[in-house]
């Protein structure tokens, strides 16, 4: 079975949510399955180290955290999103629709 993620990724206010919102549109008017999602995802519990690094839990300044360790935050966002929440609807073929993904 084929399976698709396309991921719309880009700076901030250069037009993802425009492009992901009429990919949609595109693909409800054609009947195909699919499933919008956008990361990083705020608001499950996969999200917490997330929400905790942005709001400068772990401090004001930036350098105050490792590289690593914050791209490992949303790296585990992503992971635990599509074993929780997605990976059923990725694996019987709907095409997952990421407003934004990895450079989130």
């Known amino acids: 079975m084929k399976k698709t993620l396309i991921a719309i990724d880009g700076l901030d206010a250069s037009g993802k949510r425009t492009q992901t919102n009429l990919l949609i549109d595109y693909l409800a008017k054609k009947g195909a399955g699919f499933r919008h999602l956008s990361f990083p995802t705020y608001d499950g519990d996969y999200s917490s180290l997330v929400n905790l690094y942005l709001s400068g839990a772990f401090g ?45």
Request: hydrophobic share 35%; charged share 30%.
């Open 60 to 104: 004001e300044d930036p350098e105050t955290v490792n590289a690593y360790a914050a791209s490992s935050f949303f790296a585990m966002d992503r992971y635990s999103s599509y074993m929780l929440d997605w990976r059923k609807d990725y694996d019987e073929g709907k095409i997952i629709i990421a407003n934004r993904y990895t450079t989130a």
